[in-house]
């Protein structure tokens, strides 16, 4: 994990970048937040080679909304080396044209410090609303992975010219694709963790509950950027950092966003006591309750909506597997404790309450098995599109007040 002074420094760093971005009227339309590797001591494997070397990185995304040109951001937010990056293609899915070459200040082949972010030049590109991008990366140099997006239902694949290409899941270095969209577009940030990063909804098929929102918010030039990290929590690091420190670079400083939809807190109640954090002192009501403020207020503060959602039910997660230990009745009372206190805080723009959406009405502790994955703790295709059903779109695509 980054130290707080290294946060600091990035920090101005994006700053920057979103506010250049803001005034030309750019907008986020696909995002995947970074994350920093980790070793072989963690009780989930990374997933993707720990080194890269003269290989091409192809990812395919469903953009949310359209615009008459595009850029691609890449990061290298947790990096310890410069990040590499040789040529860099863009093109929409199924077109037999050729991909348009990408360029960073006028040329074709940058450097990324560690620690940093590089937003390419205006590609002149007209995309539509929900279009699919394919992007291929050429990576010439040596390039440990030590800043990526894990999971996120998505994949990748690595091709070096001399073997079969090579899959692996998540994403590499490629953090967001923004739009030049009209002066009045809007982003729309879901900041959350696995549940909001899709576990168990179908690969590689936009089947996430953000992705079931942009489709809702699309026809009206609201985009959707999705800053779920798998492990992600409110109050401190896990698999990435907490979402209070992650907050200002995935969220306010977004080019073009208005809103904010918050689902976090399962993996701080269920994290402690469990293989993914044994040793940990279980979190407190007031502890997740000072977060959330603290999350409210610095949305406010910059003129962004806060949304917050009701924790999902979770009896039996992860039980059978080498994970289970996230649930047990003492978890339980202070998930309802906390989605109690999110439906009265009054501190928020809207409240959409997941809980009901989702839980069994014969054991409501327990999710309805239509909607369940199977894991007891991520919904499937369907329970995430009913989640997106139940978001009231109307305060979304109202004016942000000044």
């Given at each position: 994990?980054?130290?707080?002074?290294?946060?600091i420094?990035?920090?101005?760093?994006?700053?920057?970048?979103?506010?250049?971005?803001?005034?030309?009227?750019?907008?986020?339309?696909?995002?995947?937040?970074?994350?920093?590797?980790?070793?072989?001591?963690?009780?989930?494997?990374?997933n993707?080679?720990?080194?890269l070397?003269?290989?091409?990185?192809?990812?395919?995304?469903?953009?949310?909304?359209?615009?008459?040109?595009?850029?691609?951001?890449?990061?290298?937010?947790?990096?310890?080396?410069?990040?590499?990056?040789?040529?860099?293609?863009?093109?929409?899915?199924?077109?037999?044209?050729?991909?348009?070459?990408?360029?960073?200040?006028?040329?074709t082949?940058?450097?990324?410090?560690?620690?940093?972010?590089?937003v390419?030049?205006?590609?002149?590109?007209?995309?539509?609303?929900?279009?699919?991008?394919?992007?291929?990366?050429?990576?010439?140099?040596?390039?440990?992975?030590?800043?990526?997006?894990?999971g996120?239902?998505q994949?990748?694949?690595?091709?070096?010219?001399?073997?079969?290409?090579?899959?692996?899941?998540?994403?590499?270095?490629?953090?967001?694709?923004?739009?030049?969209?009209?002066?009045?577009?809007?982003?729309?940030v879901?900041?959350?963790?696995s549940?909001?990063?899709?576990?168990?909804?179908?690969?590689?098929?936009?089947?996430?509950?953000?992705?079931?929102?942009?489709?809702?918010?699309?026809?009206?030039?609201?985009?959707?950027?999705?800053a779920?990290?798998s492990?992600?929590?409110?109050?401190?690091?896990?698999?990435?950092?907490?979402?209070?420190?992650?907050?200002e670079?995935?969220?306010?400083?977004?080019?073009?966003?208005?809103?904010?939809?918050?689902?976090?807190?399962?993996?701080?109640?269920?994290?402690?006591?469990?293989?993914?954090?044994?040793?940990?002192?279980?979190?407190?009501?007031?502890?997740l309750?000072?977060?959330?403020?603290?999350?409210?207020?610095?949305?406010?503060?910059?003129?962004?909506?806060?949304?917050?959602?009701?924790?999902?039910?979770?009896?039996?997660?992860?039980?059978?597997?080498?994970?289970?230990?996230?649930?047990?009745?003492?978890?339980?009372?202070?998930?309802?404790?906390?989605?109690?206190?999110?439906?009265?805080?009054?501190?928020?723009?809207?409240?959409?309450?997941?809980?009901?959406?989702?839980?069994?009405?014969?054991?409501?502790?327990?999710?309805?098995?239509?909607?369940?994955?199977?894991?007891?703790?991520?919904?499937?295709?369907?329970?995430?599109?009913?989640?997106?059903?139940?978001?009231d779109?109307?305060?979304?695509?109202?004016?942000?007040?000044?």
């Amino acid at each position: 994990m980054t130290t707080l002074r290294t946060s600091i420094a990035l920090l101005g760093l994006t700053l920057a970048l979103g506010n250049n971005a803001s005034a030309e009227t750019w907008a986020t339309s696909w995002y995947a937040a970074p994350q920093p590797g980790w070793d072989q001591h963690f009780v989930l494997p990374m997933n993707v080679p720990a080194l890269l070397e003269k290989q091409t990185v192809q990812e395919s995304l469903r953009l949310s909304t359209g615009g008459k040109r595009v850029r691609l951001v890449f990061s290298n937010r947790y990096g310890r080396d410069a990040l590499a990056l040789g040529e860099v293609r863009v093109g929409l899915a199924g077109q037999t044209a050729q991909p348009h070459v990408v360029r960073f200040s006028g040329k074709t082949a940058a450097t990324i410090a560690p620690g940093g972010s590089l937003v390419s030049d205006p590609v002149l590109l007209s995309v539509p609303a929900l279009a699919r991008l394919d992007v291929s990366t050429w990576l010439p140099a040596r390039t440990p992975v030590t800043s990526f997006h894990w999971g996120g239902q998505q994949t990748f694949r690595l091709i070096d010219g001399k073997n079969a290409p090579q899959r692996g899941e998540g994403r590499l270095f490629l953090s967001a694709v923004q739009v030049d969209a009209a002066p009045d577009a809007r982003t729309v940030v879901a900041l959350g963790d696995s549940i909001t990063d899709g576990n168990g909804s179908t690969p590689d098929a936009d089947r996430r509950w953000p992705d079931f929102l942009a489709k809702r918010l699309a026809p009206h030039g609201v985009a959707v950027a999705n800053a779920g990290i798998s492990g992600g929590r409110l109050l401190k690091d896990g698999m990435g950092e907490s979402a209070l420190a992650r907050f200002e670079q995935d969220v306010l400083s977004q080019p073009g966003v208005s809103d904010v939809i918050v689902l976090l807190g399962i993996n701080d109640i269920g994290w402690p006591g469990s293989p993914f954090a044994p040793g940990e002192q279980a979190v407190t009501l007031d502890e997740l309750r000072a977060g959330y403020q603290r999350l409210a207020k610095a949305a406010h503060a910059r003129g962004l909506r806060i949304t917050v959602g009701t924790l999902p039910p979770f009896e039996g997660a992860l039980e059978g597997t080498p994970f289970a230990g996230h649930y047990s009745p003492a978890k339980e009372r202070l998930r309802l404790q906390l989605n109690d206190w999110l439906r009265s805080a009054g501190l928020f723009d809207a409240v959409v309450d997941f809980d009901a959406v989702l839980r069994d009405p014969a054991r409501p502790q327990r999710m309805r098995t239509e909607f369940d994955s199977g894991d007891h703790l991520h919904p499937g295709d369907a329970g995430y599109r009913a989640m997106a059903e139940a978001i009231d779109i109307a305060p979304l695509l109202a004016k942000v007040r000044p």
